[in-house]
């Protein structure tokens, strides 16, 4: 069996574990195992994968594996992986991990949330492995579907609500990138589901291109929260419980940019190329947008859906530079916004347990009240706001780099007015750091409230470390990144 | 001549007879005792004619009687579909039929249920109009007795009336498309009708006739006024039966007949077809999400799932058909599980079938709530359960063909079922309810039942074989 069915397997296994789990304790004994038995072989798969590119392996996609599963319309369940893929599967794992231990204190139905989790993460991890259309919309839509359960069952605020805003309009967002799946596959004449051998043929005609590329691009952009089909993004975050937040602003939006870049840009490129102006302005929106909405908010988890619309945005902003520097800025962005706002969500949930409120009108001093935490969250908004050392800065840095690489007006204008929510990133972030953190304490109930435990502990410090290693050593990550970014962007532009 | 070859072709139909007469014999000779072991001796007989009919004997089609009676492979697989959903229903119909005002008639419905299962294997394998209006109508009738079985309840005795007398009239427009037909080709039988086939305008004005006799079986809008009405009324058994099973049998006898005898008008049944389509989808959800009645709920969600399954009829290629009787297949798993899990209920709290009565019905029974939403699931077209990939067949195949807007429709409603289907999700999971449905256990059968379903929403999509077996024997225009 090829290394990477086991990342969906495990999971599946676990579900399994889970079912027949009695108590608490065996629920938590299987995630535990479960969640390190992934991110110990997401760590396995990078160094093979950088291994066999050190061998002098130059195929595009390494460990691939394939077998016939619905003959008549050339289905396949086929992996393989590159570069960005693998850097994704190793972020999905690390908020698998924390995931858990955030969600350690969990009371009500436990065994189900973490059962729909799991399915969550089959979702997740088959979607990055995947490289057959088919088996690629299949995981992604095993990954959306759970969130309806979990923001519904065990979310707070208008639970009801946000889950059925947000599933409704990623499914609809689904429903866009079927037809588009569908247009792809009779478009470049039915032989193949292959995603790589699709682009070799390079046979689609231009005029269902034109049709069938915003298509795809605005369906996977739902997910991506491209304005203006980004509203249920800050809904359903600040509905979603802590380890839901996570998984989801962490990893699940990042398979929109994944799919923008992976499908509708690789596989229909004259078209991409063609009427990449539209969604440059789209992306330059909600990057300015997100970053000013942000900064009206009171709410701590809406302050953080709108900084992650910004970033998200700046994503999609990034892939259609169409130029490897600014693509291989969109997949370290896409690692870093997934492990710290996943930071950011865990924290928030650690608050928000503690005090039962996410208003920041009514938090203040905390700093003194729970010194780990604060710093933590410190530490967390200076990696948002790009601090250099911390892994936001690197990504933004060869981001704004690439963009303004192209050398006409319209590009360097966009990239002009997207920088400027680096600025008002700092503005909101250092305002709200400032208000709850600093200060005295307005509450006396605040007052007994105690620091972080072990579980919350482990779940930050592992996110920490990886925000500041992505921080400090980025050569390696970039390096393998955009590697496999090169031959995806020369297609595009060829 | 030697004729006991011909017989070997109707080897379903004869089994049927036999199963029937087998339930009619048990049911007169059986004293008080025998009868508690009626419906086992009965789940047992259908299961030994599933086993023996399941694969098909012949790999190719033969008309026998002069070309009255046609056997196909595909058809042969689609009885025994309809063969393995009437074993369901019987199982889920043990709980109800238990009930002292019902248990003395229980032969009867084994019968009447049989009968209408062997007028719908004559329909399939029909060569002539005159013997698929005889299995229609052999189809039709017994089920009217079906939906007013619980003749003491107003509510089935007036939906079965209104069952019989929509049934009859679309049966007599039927009769008169089909006479216009005769009038214009000179007979009736499928084969040598085919050069007589002219898209004239008074074939195009029978074949309007006809395709109402059928759109009624099917419950396509505009002719689906009986079914919110029928749905609700009929004990929920049938109620199962008549949305699966008969509709099933029904849908596939329209492809058949399309791509058979209306190839040379097929640009004018693709016409009608994409009106209707477009209207029993759309007006079907619309209607569904203001329902409070879980039945009726169903029903309408059943109409908008029929426009699905003419998706793949107005393709008329052979992976259309694949694809229809694939996902009629992986619709009966889902919506017997459904239905299965209503009538548990039902039987099980004094006929509670509203929405509301769902509430908090996880807190109490959570195998039933779980086997119900992913029964919905299913029915909306949520990966990994089957119905996703019956769904992304049928619009493949509808694509194919060029019908690009119309799967579009058709997708941005499969978003506007999602929200229906999530609000009873919504009612089980996640309502509060002062006075939830008790917690019951419900007997072996319907346990069993449920299972197979279960099974199926599972299986049916992730095991490719299925889908390819089917697709060895389709055929198209």
Redesign the interface.
């Known amino acids: 069996m090829n290394i990477l069915s086991l990342f969906p397997a495990i999971p599946l296994l676990m579900m399994l574990g889970l079912w027949i789990s009695r108590n608490t304790k065996q629920i938590h004994a299987v995630m535990v195992t479960g969640a390190s038995l992934l991110l110990g072989l997401a760590i396995a798969l990078v160094c093979i994968y950088l291994g066999m590119r050190a061998d002098g392996q130059t195929a595009e996609m390494l460990l691939t594996d394939s077998f016939m599963?619905?003959?008549?319309?050339n289905i396949e369940y086929a992996v393989g992986v590159d570069g960005i893929s693998v850097a994704m599967i190793l972020l999905s794992a690390i908020i698998v991990f924390t995931g858990t231990f955030a969600s350690w204190k969990m009371d009500t139905n436990v065994k189900e949330f973490f059962m729909w989790f799991c399915l969550l993460s089959v979702g997740v991890f088959g979607f990055f492995i995947s490289v057959d259309l088919?088996t690629m919309f299949?995981?992604y839509?095993?990954a959306l579907?759970p969130m309806?359960?979990l923001i519904?069952?065990w979310g707070t605020g208008k639970?009801?609500y946000s889950a059925?805003k947000l599933?409704?309009m990623l499914?609809?967002g689904s429903?866009?990138i079927?037809?588009g799946i569908?247009?792809i596959?009779?478009g470049s004449g039915?032989t193949t589901m292959n995603i790589t051998d699709i682009a070799q043929m390079h046979n689609i005609p231009l005029d269902m291109q034109r049709i069938w590329f915003p298509i795809i691009f605005i369906g996977f952009g739902v997910l991506g929260a491209l304005f203006p089909f980004h509203t249920w993004s800050p809904d359903g975050h600040a509905s979603a419980p802590t380890a839901v937040s996570m998984l989801h602003a962490g990893v699940l939006m990042k398979l929109g940019g994944y799919g923008c870049f992976r499908i509708a840009m690789y596989l229909l490129p004259e078209a991409a190329q063609e009427l990449s102006w539209i969604f440059i302005i789209l992306t330059t929106i909600s990057v300015v947008y997100g970053a000013f909405s942000a900064c009206v908010q009171t709410d701590l988890k809406y302050i953080n859906a709108y900084s992650s619309v910004s970033h998200c945005g700046l994503v999609l902003f990034a892939i259609l530079m169409m130029n490897s520097t600014a693509a291989t800025g969109a997949i370290l962005q896409m690692l870093s916004h997934g492990l710290m706002t996943a930071l950011f969500f865990a924290l928030i949930g650690m608050i928000y347990g503690r005090t039962h409120t996410r208003d920041i009108r009514e938090l203040s001093g905390l700093m003194k009240i729970m010194p780990f935490l604060s710093v933590c969250y410190v530490i967390a908004g200076l990696a948002n706001l790009g601090l250099p050392g911390l892994s936001g800065f690197v990504a933004e840095m060869t981001i704004f780099n690439g963009a303004f690489m192209d050398n006409d007006v319209f590009h360097r204008v966009v990239t002009v007015i997207a920088c400027t929510s680096i600025v008002i990133t700092a503005v909101y972030i250092l305002r709200l750091i400032g208000k709850i953190l600093y200060g005295t304490c307005t509450d006396p109930a605040h007052l007994k409230l105690t620091d972080a435990t072990w579980d919350e502990r482990l779940s930050v410090i592992v996110l920490i470390v990886a925000i500041a290693g992505l921080g400090l050593f980025p050569l390696w990550m970039s390096d393998m990144i955009s590697e496999s970014v090169l031959p995806v962007i020369s297609h595009i532009l060829n | 001549m030697d004729f006991s070859g011909i017989f070997t072709y109707l080897y379903t139909e004869i089994a049927l007879v036999g199963v029937t007469v087998a339930a009619l014999l048990y049911d007169l000779i059986a004293g008080k005792q025998g009868r508690r072991y009626f419906h086992g001796f009965l789940c047992t007989l259908m299961l030994l004619f599933i086993a023996g009919t399941v694969i098909p004997y012949h790999k190719e089609t033969v008309e026998v009687f002069g070309g009255m009676y046609v056997y196909s492979p595909v058809g042969s697989i689609v009885k025994s579909i309809l063969a393995i959903g009437t074993l369901i229903v019987f199982l889920q119909s043990e709980s109800w039929l238990r009930r002292e005002d019902t248990e003395f008639k229980r032969g009867e419905f084994y019968v009447l249920t049989l009968s209408t299962l062997l007028g719908m294997d004559f329909m399939i394998s029909s060569g002539h109009f005159m013997m698929f209006f005889i299995g229609l109508e052999l189809a039709s009738v017994p089920m009217a007795c079906l939906v007013a079985f619980d003749k003491y309840r107003h509510n089935s005795a007036e939906a079965g009336a209104k069952y019989i007398l929509s049934a009859l009239f679309a049966s007599g427009l039927m009769l008169y498309g089909i006479s216009f037909f005769y009038g214009t080709a000179g007979t009736l039988y499928f084969d040598d009708i085919v050069p007589g086939i002219d898209g004239s305008a008074l074939q195009i004005m029978a074949f309007v006739f006809f395709f109402t006799g059928l759109g009624f079986k099917i419950s396509l809008v505009p002719f689906h006024l009986w079914t919110a009405d029928t749905y609700e009324g009929a004990p929920t058994t049938v109620t199962s039966y008549l949305s699966v099973v008969s509709k099933a049998a029904a849908a596939f006898t329209l492809m058949v007949i399309l791509v058979k005898v209306f190839g040379p008008m097929a640009e004018y049944w693709q016409t009608l077809l994409y009106i209707v389509i477009v209207l029993s989808i759309t007006i079907a959800n619309l209607f569904a999400i203001r329902q409070k009645n879980l039945k009726r709920f169903l029903a309408f969600s059943s109409i908008s799932q029929a426009g699905y399954i003419m998706l793949a009829v107005i393709s008329g290629t052979p992976y259309g058909m694949t694809s229809l009787v694939f996902y009629v297949l992986v619709y009966m798993a889902a919506n017997l599980a459904a239905f299965g899990v209503i009538s548990a209920v039902e039987q099980n709290s004094d006929g509670k079938t509203g929405m509301d009565d769902y509430n908090g019905l996880y807190k109490t029974n959570p195998k039933l709530a779980v086997i119900m939403t992913l029964a919905l699931f299913s029915l909306a077209g949520i990966p990994p359960f089957a119905g996703f990939f019956s769904k992304f067949f049928i619009f493949a195949a509808a694509f194919e063909q060029g019908f690009h807007v119309l799967v579009f429709i058709a997708l941005i409603n499969t978003v506007i079922s999602l929200y229906y289907y999530l609000l009873v999700v919504k009612a089980m999971f996640i309502n509060k309810n002062d006075t939830p449905v008790a917690t019951f256990r419900s007997d072996w059968s319907t346990r069993l039942s449920l299972l197979l379903c279960l099974a199926g929403i599972i299986v049916l999509g992730l095991a490719s074989c299925i889908f390819d077996g089917i697709n060895l024997y389709a055929f198209g225009m």
């Open positions: 599963w619905y003959r008549p319309l088919f299949m995981f839509e095993v579907i309806y359960l519904g069952v639970k009801e059925m599933t409704l499914m609809g429903a866009l079927l037809i569908l247009g596959y009779f039915a």
